[in-house]
């Protein structure tokens, strides 16, 4: 028995404009697609549901291709940090989230952005102490390559100024020498290592309002990275199990596996896409580097605006290599986070000498900095590149200053990255940004944000068509795990996923977009999302 929709303007992408009156489809699947007069006769025994959008947009599926999927419904939890506009309003938050706590509990909160404040200047353990000197706290940075702590957490975790300082990591200090609180990359590891562990239900509940807000966003899927954290790889894999599987959260994750936990995936019986419709097991995942806002990200020149350093590698290339390796052993492909250009060079050196044999597709996560020599050695590779568009609103214009105008000409560069022929899928990162993908597409297109005046947006030569942003959340994102056969297009014999938003995105103006709503979350055939109500099935 199967539905017909129709009744407002129906978009397939399988090339720019292309419409269709109407969709029939049974279970899972769509059979058909055409006029609605002469599919009501050609499957009249069949219908037994009809969808009417009443005027609104029919789109395939939006899939973020980049995001925390878990990480996501913390956010939604617990302290959030990434609206504060000063130095003070972050900590006296933090001070006002500790008055509910029990005294000696830890206080995690995320999000904090010194970038946004007057100061420009970091959190540190001394101005925590004085606001919150009875517990321990831990406040993650936006880009969560960083975190500010207090004197409590550094108790804690045994941390001193004797600490030696964990390669691919920093621990900053001040001209005394001293600990200031703030530990990027792998040193965070020397604190997090001693936060309490996750419980069944802590997790469960954090993905479930995950998804939950997924579903209000239109999101029919995700290809999230958790399984490394939590309370490790088996009960965070289970949880995601439990909770779409069992409990009807319906959801399509595909599950990207941190090099720490890969082994424990294999020993397990995982292999790359397999694990059913919902949930199934994505490539290697690894961190080449960290991130512009702490001056992290690894760049093969100094950062303009501080030439004392040129930021992280977290791997030695030999290092790297032999990851790539072992996930090559296993006929898998990788997925690596590379921001800056010098680790870019390093991930395609890995590439190249070790690469893929077996099925799939590798990744490169952000590609936000590159050069040209990076550009004509990436196009020579079977990969894809993860971009994440609302980097661009996030990290305008204070980046140009943080690398300096003549580093910025393969920055950020989208435009160049699909006229160059390479395939490009689109993410959010979430939590670290908005989960929402019509701000993605948005940012696309016009390139801007509330600090650029101007309204004229930064670098306007990469900026993308709305058709072209919108295939980055469907097309995309479904070539980035191969199944571009059948999801990401309303084609026949294609997934039954649908998001319905409230007006035309192709009609719109491009500076709108973000006020459109998602009406429908349909995926696999199931209404999971219909205005205000939630479904679980």
Known sequence: ???????????????????????????????????KSLLEKKYQDSIRNRINLHGDTLLPGFVDSHMHLIGHGEKLLRLDLSTCSSKEEALQKVADFSKDIQEGNWIIGDGWNENLW????????????????????????????????????????EVDEKTPVPFGGLIERDE???????????????????????????????????????YRLGLTGAHT??????????????AFKKVIEEEGFLFRAHLLVHHEVFSEMVHAGGKYLNGGDWVEFGAMKIFADGAFGGRTAFLSKPYHDDPTTNGVCIFTQEQL??????????????????????AFDMVLNALEKHPLQGF???????????REDLLQR????????????????SDFPWVIDRLGKESMKYCYAWNTLLKEGLHCAGGSDAPIESANPLLGIQAAVTRTNTFDLSKKGYMMEEALSVYEAVCLYTKGSAYAICREDERGMIKKGYAADFTVIDQNIFEINTKEIETIKATKTIIGGHIVYDGSVMYSN
Do not use: W
Not at 127 to 155: G, M, T
Not at 326 to 341: N, S, T
């Open 118 to 157: 007057k100061e420009k200047q970091p959190l540190n353990k001394k101005e925590i102490d004085e606001k919150i000197p009875n517990h321990p706290v831990l406040l993650n940075r936006i880009c969560k390559h960083a975190i500010a702590v207090n004197s409590k957490a550094l108790q804690i975790s």
């Open 378 to 393: 990436v196009k020579e590779l079977p990969v894809i590149l993860d971009i994440q568009p609302c980097f661009v609103t």
């Open 176 to 214: 005394k020498g001293e600990i200031t609180g703030i530990f990027k990359d792998q040193a965070q590891e020397l604190v997090k290592d001693h936060l309490p562990t996750a419980t069944d239900e802590y997790v469960e509940s954090a993905l479930k309002e995950g998804i939950k807000d997924a």
């Open 321 to 342: 290599n032999e990851l790539v390796q072992a996930a090559r052993k296993k006929e898998m492909p990788v997925a690596v986070h590379a921001i800056g250009d010098a």
């Open 1 to 35: 028995m199967g539905t017909i929709i129709f009744g407002g303007n129906i978009y397939t992408l399988q090339e720019e404009g292309h419409k269709v009156e109407a969709i029939y489809f049974e279970n899972s699947t769509i059979l058909d697609y055409g006029e």
């Open 225 to 238: 990275e958790d399984l490394h954290y939590y309370h490790g790889y088996k009960g965070t894999f289970c």
């Open 360 to 370: 799939g597709r590798d990744r490169l996560i952000h590609a936000t900095m590159l």
